[in-house]
């Protein structure tokens, strides 16, 4: 086994595993995060950026992307969201 | 009654779904209850299919498919596909011994989400005498790579206690090289078949901070590898554990023949009684039944819970254990360090531990004797 631990970098192209569910609840009328046995309630920042782990999308574009809806200062936002990406992908739930 | 509340309960998170008692396991801490339904009262596949329906219903997101032994059941993946339709996240809770190649495959197509894969030990020969089954272990690791190979995530679920507790290490190795995602280290929960080996599994106090000091050595070292659940025996903790995140709060467990439980050790508290699915609709018993709510909330609590801070943390502790230790399962969880019964509870853990452990009385599907004193 080589197993290394994904250090999240601006051109990372976070995705969900196969395992890992980015749903709308309509009976709690909420976005939910399904993984194996765990049920997350992302807030509304990490649900934006969960939406935005497709695999095709760097993370300085979710960054910049993020920066203008929020009108946010983007060196603020970066370390935000890397923060929030690396710990999704210690847990499992993020793939890089 | 108490512990009504007025307004209607969120819906549980989880179901735990029990096809079948029948294993081919005979582990001494099986969570079952000690007096085993049979085959003949088993839930039919139809019935299955109606259970799934009234839980996606309910709100349920997440289905455990466990036992016994699931795989038992040559419908599994007609469930699994089923509930996957549902929108249910699927999990399979399994000893692995009687998957092959071609039915991991078939689960997964099956749209299976997730794997719980069990070891009762990284040492071959002792892993088949823990859980009462020649050769296994062998069978385990070949179950692991398919899992695998079918891309299917795995988490390798390692119950410890005193007699395994030594080699937690090499299991975690364990779980890196089988390429598990994550690992739950759980020592060993004292109701029904673990409350009868009760004295055959409890480690010493040494023997758990150990176990402790391992955990997160290599929780650190493994970061982003390997994901830690960690479970630990509340008979020397100070805090009792949040039971199923509190009296049905989050989550039920549905028994062989379609009883509703809070928990899967529910049915030791007297006086309970327990409806069934899907006769009676699943919304009804988790909103309305009386053993659902008979614990829920707060309102049920002695004064010690009632009027401390921890209330809505740790909804009181586990209520099978209260009965187990003081008799009365609306009491306090003695693992809270507040109980008056705590050292009792260490005391009994110390002695135990101390003393050379007696033979095993596997679990088998006979009439349980009567309970002892």
């Not at chain 1, 969201?81 to 499992?92: F, I, N, R, S, T």
């Not at chain 2, 008692?21 to 839930?43: A, G």
């Not at chain 2, 921890?310 to 187990?324: H, S």
Request: glycine share 6%; charged share 25%.
């Amino acid at each position: 086994m080589t197993a290394l631990r994904a250090i999240v970098e601006d051109g990372s192209l976070p995705r969900l595993p196969r395992h890992v569910k980015l749903r709308f609840d309509q009976r709690r009328d909420r976005w939910i995060v399904l993984a194996p046995e765990r049920v997350l309630m992302p807030d509304e920042i990490a649900v934006e950026i969960l939406k935005r782990c497709d695999g095709k999308t760097s993370v300085s574009a979710i960054v910049a992307t993020l920066a203008a809806a929020y009108e946010a200062p983007t060196e603020e936002i970066g370390k935000d969201v890397a923060e929030m990406l690396q710990d999704l992908a210690d847990k499992g739930f993020v793939e890089l | 009654m108490t512990g009504k509340t007025s307004t209607a309960p969120e819906p549980p998170l989880a179901m735990l779904a029990e096809l079948t008692h029948r294993c081919p396991f005979s582990c001494p801490y099986c969570s079952n209850p000690l007096d085993l339904e049979r085959r003949s009262q088993e839930l039919d596949t139809a019935a299955w299919r109606e259970v799934f329906d009234q839980a996606a219903a309910l709100g349920v997101l997440q289905v455990h498919f466990s036992g016994g032994e699931p795989t038992v059941r040559p419908d599994l993946e007609e469930l699994v596909e089923h509930a996957a339709g549902l929108g249910l996240y699927t999990n399979l809770i399994t000893a692995g011994v009687l998957l092959d190649e071609a039915r991991v495959g078939r689960l997964a197509a099956a749209g299976l989400d997730h794997v719980q894969l069990s070891i009762q030990d990284s040492d071959p020969a002792e892993s088949d005498r823990i859980g009462g089954y020649q050769g296994g272990y062998r069978r385990k690791i070949e179950a692991a790579a398919w899992i695998r190979a079918a891309g299917l995530p795995l988490t390798l679920n390692a119950p410890v206690h005193r007699q395994n507790i030594e080699h937690l290490e090499a299991i975690i190795d364990l779980a890196v090289e089988l390429d598990a995602e994550r690992i739950e280290v759980a020592h060993v929960q004292y109701y029904g078949w673990g409350l009868k080996n009760r004295a055959a599994l409890m480690p010493t106090r040494a023997q758990l901070e150990r176990a402790t000091e391992v955990v997160e050595a290599a929780r650190a070292r493994l970061k982003g590898i390997l994901v830690f659940d960690y479970v630990v025996p509340d008979y020397y903790a100070h805090r009792p554990k949040a039971c199923m995140g509190g009296w049905g709060r989050q989550f039920l467990n549905i028994t062989p023949s379609g009883k509703v439980l809070p928990c899967h050790a529910a049915e030791t508290i007297p006086d309970l009684e327990f409806e069934r699915v899907p006769e009676r609709d699943l919304a009804e018993i988790w909103e309305n039944s009386p053993a659902f709510q008979r614990f829920r909330g707060t309102d049920w609590m002695p004064e010690l819970c009632a009027s401390c801070e921890r209330r809505e943390i740790d909804w009181g502790g586990c209520r099978c254990q209260a009965l187990a230790i003081t008799g009365d399962a609306a009491q306090t969880d003695p693992a809270c360090g507040l109980s008056p019964r705590h050292a009792d509870l260490v005391a009994l853990a110390e002695a135990e531990s101390g003393r050379e452990p007696p033979a095993f009385q596997y679990r088998r599907m006979t009439r349980p004797e009567p309970a002892e004193a």
